[in-house]
């Protein structure tokens, strides 16, 4: 060992004491940086370092040492005071132009306030929720709905296939079979939920999707039943609104019927998101089809009942006057937080 190369070893460690006691924010990492850079058995290195120099060369060797150990100890009891004095350590650790730290507070996403309020507007009605899974059989989304084996919805361009006979399931209907099949009428549920098509991601269409399907089947349940209750909830819902039901056609519903409620948007005088017909449709309903009860087990000349299947998505669109339904899902803050609760 030279004095040179005692020098550059002093200079590397001087340089490392200097990083690390500038990363020092209280007394625990005062301590780690203690035991890192100025340990009993480092002070003991370079001790013996001192003794490799040849005699002559002790003597600067030892005051280089000397002076580095006072500084190294002075920067550790400025430390410390500056720490007991509650003051930040080094202006390495202090950016007085950093922006402070952004706090964001969660909020309710639209469709989900909308599927609350419509569970709690139904719950009110005396029905209960009802789940079932999101990857159904064919029989379950399909067949026992009493579609026909070739319908066009099965197609391979219509429905996500996940097997030969598994499927992410398209409408919630498959939970009014898997409810039928459990309990006894009389039944009142609601069971909203995620479904999943093959449709282009647009401005009216979304690949997964929310719905909330409504089933209530008992003895003498009529038509009369179904049109008081979905337009109860519109009243509740909207607000006083006028409503309409216009003929329509599902394979699991017979009579079926879709419901408009006056658009929203300008008050049934027509504008671009009604399409100039001052309503939007925002359900498709009808009386359970007699082979949907008899699918599920249930005796059809007993029992009657009404289902409908609504998008909250569309609903959210409607309440908040959206002009395009993948503002919903591009799950941008600057949107949400206009309309999250
Ligand atoms: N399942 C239908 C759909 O996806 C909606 C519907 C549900 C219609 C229940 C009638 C009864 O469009």
Not at 46 to 71: C, H, M, T, V, Y
Not at 246 to 259: D, G, I, K, L
Not at 311 to 331: C, E, Q, T
């Amino acid at each position: 060992m030279t004095l040179e190369e005692f020098r550059d070893r002093i200079h590397e460690h001087d340089q490392l004491t200097a990083r690390e006691v500038s990363s020092i924010i209280d007394d625990a990492s005062l301590e780690a940086v203690r035991a890192k850079v100025w340990s009993r058995s480092i002070q003991q290195s370079f001790s013996k370092l001192l003794g490799e120099l040849a005699p002559d060369e002790r003597k600067d060797a030892g005051r280089i040492f000397n002076e580095f150990k006072s500084r190294v100890e002075e920067l550790f009891e400025h430390t410390n005071a500056q720490l007991s004095a509650g003051k930040a350590v080094s202006a390495q650790n202090l950016d007085l132009t950093m922006p402070a730290r952004m706090r964001w507070i969660g909020g309710k996403h639209p469709v989900t306030i909308v599927v609350d309020e419509i569970v709690a507007i139904f719950r009110e009605l005396g029905f209960t929720v009802a789940l079932g899974p999101e990857s159904e059989t064919e029989w379950y989304n399909f067949i026992a709905l009493n579609f026909p084996p070739d319908h066009p919805a099965m197609d391979l361009h219509d429905t996500l296939y996940l097997g030969d006979n598994a499927v992410l399931r398209t409408h919630t209907s498959p939970v009014q079979v898997r409810t039928l099949q459990r309990h006894p009428p009389p039944i009142r549920i609601l069971a909203p939920g995620k479904c999943f098509r093959r449709d282009p991601f647009d401005a009216s269409h979304a690949p997964a999707f929310e719905q909330i399907e409504g089933l209530a089947v008992d003895e003498g349940i009529s038509f009369v039943d179904l049109k008081a209750t979905v337009t109860t909830f519109a009243q509740k819902f909207f607000g006083t609104t006028r409503t309409r039901f216009r003929p329509s056609f599902f394979p699991f519903t017979e009579p079926s019927a879709e419901m408009d409620v006056e658009c929203q948007l300008c008050s049934g005088s027509g504008c671009s998101a009604c399409k100039g017909t001052g309503w939007m449709e925002i359900l498709g309903s009808g009386m359970v089809h007699p082979a949907v009860l008899e699918a599920a087990g249930i005796d059809s000349e007993r029992y009657t009942g009404w289902a409908f299947g609504m998008g909250p998505a569309r609903i959210a669109m409607l309440r908040y006057g959206l002009p395009d339904i993948r503002l919903l899902y591009d799950s941008d803050v600057r949107f949400l937080a206009q309309v999250a609760e």
